[in-house]
C-alpha cells in the first residue's frame, strides 16, 4: 500500500471520492483532514495511483498508544471492487492484526468480507 502525502495527490483524490458520495464518506473525511494539515495524525493508502481500487485511512502506527483500543484503532475503509477489500484484509501490513481496530465503511459485502477472512484466521470479530 502506498501512502499519500503529496498534497496534490490528496486534493484529487478528494475530488474523485467526492463524485461517489456517499459510499466514499468514512474516508472523505479523513482525506480532507489529511490534506489541510493533518492535525489528527492520519495517513491515506491507496494499493495504487492514480488508479486505486480501494482507499484505507487510519491513524499513524506511532500514534497508536494501546493496542485494545478498538475506539482509537479505526480504520476507514473505500473499495471499488471486493477483491481489493479482501487483498487488504488477507494479505497486507496496512491493517495490523496485533491490535484490536474497527473498519468503517458503507459498501454492501464489507461485513462479510471482514467475517470470512477473520473465521479463516481464528479471530474474534464482534
Not at 496485533?98 to 462479510?112: K, S, T, V
Request: with cysteine; net charge negative.
Amino acid at each position: 500500500m502506498l501512502i499519500l502525502r503529496c498534497p496534490a495527490q490528496l486534493q484529487l483524490l478528494e475530488k474523485t471520492l467526492w463524485k461517489s458520495l456517499p459510499t466514499t464518506l468514512p474516508v472523505l473525511g479523513t482525506v480532507m483532514t489529511v490534506a489541510r494539515g493533518n492535525p489528527a495524525s492520519h495517513e491515506v493508502l491507496v494499493d495504487s495511483w492514480p488508479h486505486f481500487s480501494i482507499v484505507l485511512t487510519r491513524l499513524r502506527p506511532e500514534e497508536h498508544r494501546d493496542s485494545r483500543d478498538y475506539y482509537a484503532n479505526q480504520l476507514a475503509v473505500f473499495y471499488r471492487e471486493e477483491g481489493a477489500l479482501r487483498a487488504l484484509l488477507e494479505g497486507t501490513e496496512a491493517v495490523t492484526r496485533g491490535r484490536a481496530f474497527q473498519i468503517l465503511g458503507m459498501q454492501d459485502g464489507l461485513d462479510e468480507a471482514v467475517q470470512e477472512v477473520a473465521s479463516a484466521r481464528g479471530l474474534k470479530v464482534e
